[in-house]
């Protein structure tokens, strides 16, 4: 799998986010307002980059702030056109990564 990386930076007024290549080069960044027009136009450029580099899986990262991004992962999993949308909590990753490298040395 080579995914197209969506890292996003939630704030109250606005999402900022950055698209970055299977390869790790950037592809683009941008800011959208934090609500649903926003979260539609996030998606729709989201979808213009797969499209353009001729991906199909996608990978978004986004801060736990609050309540802030809730509604923006409601609406991208409403909209559909990004498939499957899951909220993985960051906490249990790191220390799964953390107990993986501890193994290992």
Excluded: W
């Amino acid at each position: 799998m080579n995914p197209l990386f969506v890292g996003i930076d939630v704030s109250s007024k606005n999402n900022v986010a950055y698209l970055m290549k299977p390869d790790g080069s950037k592809h683009s960044n941008f800011s959208v307002q934090n609500n649903l027009g926003g979260a539609k136009l996030l998606s729709e450029r989201i979808v213009s980059a797969l499209r353009s580099m001729q991906l199909s899986d996608v990978v978004i990262g986004l801060e736990a702030t609050s309540i802030y991004g809730d509604s923006l992962v409601y609406a991208l999993r409403e909209d559909g056109s990004l498939g499957a949308v899951s909220e993985e909590n960051p906490c249990s990753e790191s220390q799964a990564g953390a107990e993986v490298q501890g193994s290992l040395f």
